[in-house]
Nanobody, 116 residues
C-alpha cells in the first residue's frame, strides 16, 4: 500500500503561481511513476504531469511552458510548480503514484482556483 499526502493549492489570480507538493509513504519501493492529475467540474480527470523513477517527464500540452514537475526520490516527494496560471487550470488536483504491479494510488485531492 502507498499513501499520498498533498499540500499546497488554494486561490490565485490569473497569471499567478501556486506550488503543490505530495509526499508518499508506505511501500515506497514499489512506486515507479508519480504525477499529478486534475479534475474540473463536470469533466473527467486528466493527466497534468508525470515523472518516472528515472526522471522521464511527461507534461500535458495545455501546461507545457507553464508547469514544472519535480521529484525527489530521497524524500519520496513530487512537486508541481504552476506558473502563469489560467482560469482553465481550476480544478481539484490529485497526486498519483503507480506501483510496478500496475496499481495506481491517489491522494485526497487539493483545490486549485484561478480567478480571472
Amino acid at each position: 500500500q502507498v499513501q499520498l499526502e498533498e499540500s499546497g493549492g488554494g486561490l490565485a489570480q490569473a497569471g499567478g503561481s501556486l506550488r503543490l507538493s505530495c509526499v508518499a509513504s508506505g511501500s515506497i519501493s514499489s512506486i515507479t511513476t508519480m504525477g499529478w492529475y486534475r479534475q474540473a467540474p463536470g469533466k473527467q480527470r486528466e493527466l497534468v504531469a508525470g515523472v518516472t523513477s528515472g526522471n522521464n517527464i511527461n507534461l500535458a500540452d495545455s501546461v507545457k511552458g507553464r508547469f514544472t514537475i519535480s521529484r525527489d526520490n530521497a524524500k519520496n516527494t513530487v512537486s508541481l510548480q504552476m506558473n502563469s496560471l489560467k482560469p482553465e487550470d481550476t480544478g481539484v488536483y490529485f497526486c498519483s503514484a503507480r506501483a510496478y504491479y500496475a496499481r495506481q494510488y491517489w491522494g485526497q485531492g487539493t483545490q486549485v482556483t484561478v480567478s480571472s
